[in-house]
Nanobody
Framework: QMQLVESGGGSVRAGGSLSVSCAAS????????MGWFRQPPGKEREFVAA????????DYAESVKGRFTISRDDARNAVDLEVNSLESEDAAVYYC??????????????????WGRGTRITVSS
């Protein structure tokens, strides 16, 4: 059983940046797709970014492409998400997730087996 714990959320002014992290315990994440999802207030959970095992190819939602960067550190057993040029629409609880499928629909929440409890990012104007 894998456990995921997000950290690093906080309050950021519009246009600002921060980095959130997802620390994994249990099995190593090296063989897992790792994803970030978010849930804005009053909305459903949505895909943000994903990074693939080993080679580390990445995928991003169109809304964050060019502003967010996902990375993995298998030695640290962690995945990070750098968020830049934050907008009010980026305010949400951010969740990390892990999926073990060889072929994975990276943008589909149902493809991931393990989830953290989330960390909140608030954006002020």
């Amino acid at each position: 059983q894998m456990q995921l714990v997000e950290s690093g959320g906080g309050s950021v002014r519009a246009g600002g940046s921060l980095s959130v992290s997802c620390a994994a315990s249990g099995p190593p994440i090296s063989n897992y797709f790792m994803g970030w999802f978010r849930q804005p207030p009053g909305k459903e959970r949505e895909f943000v970014a994903a990074i693939r095992p080993r080679a580390g190819g990445t995928d991003y939602a169109e809304s964050v492409k060019g502003r967010f960067t996902i990375s993995r550190d298998d030695a640290r057993n962690a995945v990070d998400l750098e968020v830049n040029s934050l907008e009010s629409e980026d305010a949400a609880v951010y969740y990390c997730a892990a999926g073990s499928g060889y072929y994975l629909r990276v943008a589909a929440a149902s493809a991931y087996e393990y989830w953290g409890r989330g960390t909140r990012i608030t954006v002020s104007s």
